[in-house]
T-cell receptor
Framework: DAGVIQSPRHEVTEMGQEVTLRCKPI?????LFWYRQTMMRGLELLIY????????DSGMPEDRFSAKMPNASFSTLKIQPSEPRDSAVYFC????????????FGPGTRLTVL | GQSLEQPSEVTAVEGAIVQINCTYQ??????LSWYQQHDGGAPTFLSY????GLEETGRFSSFLSRSDSYGYLLLQELQMKDSASYFC??????????FGKGTRLHILP
């Protein structure tokens, strides 16, 4: 298996622009997680899905952030409009329900908002 | 409230043993996981403790004591490649997961 795939790997954008991050989980995994990592705040869970349904989005910082999972093999995290404080590495992870705690992380998207 | 505490940095010598502690304050606790992350890389799963006691996986072991709200990761026969950040993570009964801020492990030759 190719593992969790994220795109783009790097994104540089200007404040106010829309940013869309993409994730393809490991085939067969039924949980998908979006995390944000910064030096100041560490690794934060933003939202997670089970069988394509959002279960908990309490970690989404503001209404500017939204996430979708239209099918079992694809998810997006969108920031509109983006702000400099959104600069971070965004990770997507997936896991299989029966081994929920073993999450497989993608390589991450390094986002820089100027 | 829910919080995890781990030391920000630990230094050890190649070939030695090091213990990284994690204390938590939470309710509805389900289990404790450990992840490793190299600079510029993604976190990778190391271990999970659902029950009290020691779990061993090769050179790495993880321990949990629910009564003490405490766990640790033990790394033996340290190698230079073990230089990384190590995160503990708590899973709650609603399946939500919170990560600690991470412990950066420095290994000296």
């Amino acid at each position: 298996d190719a593992g969790v795939i994220q795109s783009p790997r790097h994104e540089v954008t200007e404040m106010g622009q829309e940013v869309t991050l993409r994730c393809k989980p490991i085939s067969g995994h039924d949980y998908l997680f979006w995390y944000r990592q910064t030096m100041m705040r560490g690794l934060e869970l933003l939202i997670y899905f089970n069988n394509n349904v959002p279960i908990d989005d309490s970690g989404m910082p503001e209404d500017r952030f939204s996430a979708k999972m239209p099918n079992a093999s694809f998810s997006t995290l969108k920031i509109q409009p983006s702000e400099p404080r959104d600069s971070a590495v965004y990770f997507c992870a997936s896991s299989l329900g029966q081994s929920y705690n073993e999450q497989f992380f993608g390589p991450g998207t390094r986002l820089t908002v100027l | 409230g829910q919080s995890l505490e781990q030391p920000s940095e630990v230094t050890a010598v190649e070939g030695a043993i090091v213990q990284i502690n994690c204390t938590y304050q939470t309710s509805g606790f389900y289990g404790l996981s450990w992840y490793q992350q190299h600079d510029g890389g993604a976190p990778t799963f190391l271990s999970y403790n659902a029950l009290d006691g020691l779990e061993e996986t090769g050179r790495f072991s993880s321990f949990l004591s629910r009564s003490d709200s405490y766990g640790y990761l033990l790394l033996q026969e340290l190698q230079m490649k073990d230089s990384a950040s190590y995160f503990c993570a708590v899973r709650f009964r609603d399946d939500k997961i919170i990560f600690g801020k991470g412990t950066r492990l420095h290994i000296l030759p």
